[in-house]
Structures are given as structure tokens and as C-alpha cells.
């Protein structure tokens, strides 16, 4: 070291020790050698790699001893170049063993060439002539490749179809909308095109969307990115491949696929980028009737209140506008614009559009989709229109809201849902008429509604299903709900078997019909009624005991009260609002506000005293002395209300003396042992 020093004129000099030599794990001063001398160590890879490529000249030791190789080279040491020696420990091994080897893989490779290249003609030939391989039948859209390339994807799938290759180019449908807009009819319509295949709901896009779309929206961590050297290209490569192969893989190939998220929409215009090829069906529905549907059936959404219509009816509106945006910059050429009540009314007439602007052929079966749920179609277990989708296209649901929503949402409904009258519906209609009933659905209806012609074609239906589709549990519940809703079972007994397997027995006290939800009465072992709610959609047997006595008309019971709940909501308001205090009010008085307001809740704040039955009053500094009658009209039941305000304050204050005395007491003991131990 000190001689290449020396040489070279350099104070200090640079070494460096591969990790397989085990002998420096850090940086660090290694003295010793010469006292003009610094010489750091490093071991790190970066170090090896970077002297590599400045190495001057080599030395290595004889390859039969055994074994420590070094290497003189130049390194750069902060920002300095030093020589510097790399030390890597080698095998122990001979020049004959050496030549042996390299000459085992030149034979190798001599036979191993020609043997490729006559494999290589041989499968050349059979694919061109056809021969023992069997010919696969390939969708228009999706070619049969030999060969990997960077931009496509290879995938293996059924016999039916064989290798396909796909990319972004591949073109896609995707369904979107509000919940509860008509995406799973749509859906399940075309479904049952013999050339479309959709499948169930994933969920999985639009959340994979809304990470993309959050890294971007946050600066901090879309610049750690970047520094990292994942930039939007990245991104959008990894996305889109994401994309594709849960389209691709969830389901059956077909000539056209789709993929059915509500929120979809949302990411609109980033997915026509992502694939240029892909169209986009976007479902419209009066707001009123998807927030009543969201809330009657229970869809649960990140953000909306189910209990406060007021602001579902706003969310859907600011939700729907994104939507509606990003469908019109996409434009009219790949986002078709779809009305849930026109497609329900005539059915036939928009599916011929629709399947125009996809520049898919006509087929007969998008018409009568419930013949084909269970073999082409498939339903899934969680999704809330499961049921409804079994069935044949109906109109039932279009007004279902009717009625439904408190006086003062309805005359608020031009402010509250402003995205109505855009969309072509009169928020100040009622009961609006959305138009006729087309030739095709009227016939349908007559044919299947009410009759047992409909009854025994969908237990055919069910039987048939595939267990995926739908359980047999399911099926007894179907048949349950309907023997229940049918029969006035109000003052009946029933038997109900849950999901879990736990069984409830008890008189029905009442029966909502739209929620599904039965009140149970039944007898404590204590001797005491209790009333049970069952929710309907979690049993999976009903069993009626005995019929009901009491005659009522089960379509006339309302499914929640919502002028009651707007108006706790409203009394829950004016509550907070009387309890904030002014902000010059004492400690003292807030608590004592605080205490008096969990046994009487007939209390506010009036300046800084505070108001209780609006004729006591508390004045600063909140003692039993400041306690007075605001007007003294003599009553019995304001002396009453004195009295009884003065015994919570009392006893207020005795129980604040009591603590501050514990309080005091504890801290002197405290002090004396210090003193003490000083």
C-alpha cells in the first residue's frame, strides 16, 4: 500500500473488499501502515462496480494457489480519484480443470444448436400444414401469437380458445353509473348476447383507479415517486395491465368483453386513454328513485348517510355530475348516455341502438335475459339486484319512490338535486310520467306477472342454476318472503331460522314489506314481552305457525317515517346549537352546564348565565346563591323547578370541594416524602 502510494503521489489510498471475502462489513480509518497515510474501507457493491470501471491494470495471483485476487485500480473518493486495490477471495482450482471445463461447454453447445434449429423447422412445419394440432377457435378481436412481445400479454386459457394474445387495443365495454341506476340489468342484457360477456361486479377498478388517482392528487407522495422512477408511464403500464387481466381472467373469453363497476364513470376520460378502443355505457336514473331504491335495499356507500335523504339526494347529484362530465369529454362517439326508464319501457328499441353504437350484431336473446341467469349469465351472491335481475324486465320500480320523501325535501328538490333538471327530469313533479309502456314489455308483463305460469318458469330457472350462481339457501328464502309477503301475518306466530343457524319463535307484531324487516313478540323467562326486529334478509327459513287474525292492508304501511327522523335531526341540531357557551364563561360554568345537562335537557345558554326550564336562571359565578327565578309568577311548578335546579348545584360544588380537598391532600403527602427523601 505504501509503495503504490508512493508511486502514484497520493497521501492516501483506497480499498476495497468483495462481501464474499468476509473480512470489512463498514467504512471506516485504518491506520497503522505509515503515519502519512489514510486509508478508508468500503466493501459495498457500488464501490467494487464503480473501481471496475476505472481499473488502470491487474494483477492476480497464480489461479492454482488458492486464492485471493487483486485487482489496482482508481476510485473516486469524495469527489477525489485515489488508487486503490480491490481484494476478492477466489475457488481454488487448476489450468487443466479450467480447460476441461470450458471444453465440456463448447461441446455442449455444438450438439445443442443444431438440435434447436431441426426442433425449431419441425414445429414450423407441423403449424403450417395443420398437422396433429388442433385448430382453435379465435375471436375476431383476439389473435394467436407464437412469441412474448413487450406489449402484450400472453395468457393460457380453455381448450375452447387457446393461446390469445391481448393488449390495450383490445375493445373493451365498460358499464357505469350511479348504484342503483339499472348497471345490473344492462349488464345481464348483455350478458346474454352470445358475443358479449360482462360477469359479475369486482369492485376492484374503480378502487385500483382511485389509488392512481390519489398518488397523483397528493404532491409529497406523487414526488417520492418520481424520484423514484416511477412516473406516469409507469403507472399507467401497470394500471392498464391490472386492468386487462382481471377483464380477461374473471370469466369466459368472448369476441367482446366487458366490465360492469358503477363508479367506472368516474375515471372515464383516464380509461379512454388507457384503451383507445374501449366504449363506454353510462346509466341515467331519476335520482329520487335510485336514493329510495339505495335506501330501502340497504346499499352501503363510502360517504352517503342513509338516514339523512337530504344529503344522499345532494351526493348523488355532485356524483352524477362527474359522471355526466366525463362521459361529454369522452364524446358522443364512445360514451352512449342510456335512460334506465326508456330502456325498462322499451326495452327493444334502445338494445338495438345500444348494440349499434358497440357495432355488435342483433341478437334476440338481449331481450329475454332471465332465460339464459344460470348458464351464460351469472349472478353474484352480494350484489343487491341479484333477485331482481331473475326476473323479466318490469316497470314496478319506476315510481316506487312516490310518497315516499318528507314535504320539505320535495319542495327543496330544485336545490337539493340540481342534476334532475339537467337530465330532463321536473324535480317539481311528484308523480312524473316517464312515458308509455312499449308492445314488447306490455306482453311481457301480461304474460308473467301474477301468473303461475311465471311462478313455475323461475323455480325451473333456479333449479337449473349453477350453485355459484345462486344458493339453494336463497332459493328457500325466496319462496319464504313470498309466502309471507302474500298473507296477512300481522298476530301470527312464526319460526325463523338464521343464516347462522339460531331459530327465533314469537307472535309477528308488525311487518314492513319494502325493508324486510319482521318485529317479533315473544316471552322472556322472566315473564316480560320483548320485541325482537329480524332482519328477512339474513334468515334462511321462515316457517308460519299460525296464521294472522288481524286484517290490515300490508301495501299501505309506509317503510320509515322520514318526516320524524328530519324532524330528531332537526331537534338534535337545535340542541348543539344551545349548548355552546359564550367564550368569556369560566371553567367553573361550563361544567356545571355540562353536569345540569345530563338530567334535564330543557337547558341553554342566555349571555353568560345559564337558562333552565326558560324560567330559572344561573348567574357568574355559578354558586346556589346565584340561583333566581327569571320571572316569579308565583307558580308551584317554578318553585318546584328552583328547588331542584338548587340541589344539583349544591351538590355540584360539594363534589368539586371533596376532589380539589383529595386533590390538596395528596400533593402535600407528596411534597413531605420529597422533603423527606432530600
Known sequence: LIRIAKQHNSPSVYVAFEKPLGICRCAGQFSGLDDRLDVPLCCTISATTFMRQNCEATKFAACTSPAIEIAFCFAIVDQEVLPSIKIRKTTTTTLCEVWMRRGLHRLFLLIALPVGLLCLIAYELLLGSGGSCSQSVVPSTLKAVDSFSGSTSQVQRSSTFGNFSYDNTLPLIFIGGFPRSGTTLIRAMLDAHPDIRCGEETRLLPRILGMRAHWKNEKVEWRRLIEAGVDDEVIDAAVSAFIMEVIVRHGPLAPRLCDKDPF?????????????????????????????????????????????????????????????????????????????????????????????????????????????????????????????????VYTSSLDSWVGKFPEDILKDMPKIAPMLDFLGY??????????????????????????????????????????????????????????????????????????????????????DRQLNYVALKTTMVSGKCCIQLVNLDNVKNVKVLKEGTMECDMANLPALNFLKIEKRKQEEKERKSRSICPPSTSMDGRRLFISIRKTIDDICWEDDCILIFQHVIITPPYSVENIQLKKNDGSTKAQSALQHVKKIVDKFWRTKEATTYDLTKKMSTLGMQDTASK
Open 426 to 511: 321536473d324535480p317539481k313533479v311528484y308523480k312524473p310520467d316517464y312515458g308509455k309502456t312499449g308492445e314488447f314489455i306490455t306482453r311481457k308483463l301480461n304474460l308473467f306477472n301474477g301468473t303461475e305460469s311465471f311462478k313455475q318458469w323461475l323455480k325451473k330457472v333456479i333449479d337449473g342454476m349453477k350453485p355459484a350462481a345462486l344458493l339453494v339457501d336463497e332459493i328457500r328464502i325466496m319462496s319464504s318472503m313470498d309466502n309471507l309477503k302474500n298473507s296477512h301475518i300481522v298476530g301470527g306466530e312464526i319460526k325463523c331460522e338464521t343464516s347462522l343457524g339460531h331459530t327465533m319463535e314469537g307472535e309477528v307484531a308488525a311487518f
Open 264 to 392: 367506472l364513470m368516474k375515471f372515464a376520460v383516464y380509461l379512454s386513454e388507457l384503451f383507445p378502443n374501449a366504449k363506454f355505457v353510462f346509466m341515467i336514473r331519476d335520482g329520487r328513485a335510485a336514493v329510495h331504491s339505495m335506501i330501502t335495499r340497504r346499499v352501503t356507500i363510502g360517504g352517503f348517510d342513509l338516514t339523512d335523504i337530504r344529503q344522499c339526494l345532494t351526493k348523488w347529484s355532485l356524483s352524477v355530475a362527474q359522471m355526466y362530465n366525463e362521459c361529454y369529454n369522452i364524446g358522443a362517439k364512445r360514451c352512449f348516455p342510456m335512460y334506465y326508464e326508456q330502456l325498462v319501457l322499451n326495452p327493444e328499441k334502445w338494445l338495438r341502438e345500444l348494440l349499434t353504437f358497440l357495432e355488435v350484431p342483433w341478437s334476440d336473446h338481449v331481450l329475454n335475459h332471465e332465460k339464459y341467469i344460470g348458464r351464460e349469465i351469472s349472478l353474484s351472491k352480494s350484489e343487491r339486484s341479484t333477485d331482481q335481475v331473475m326476473k323479466p
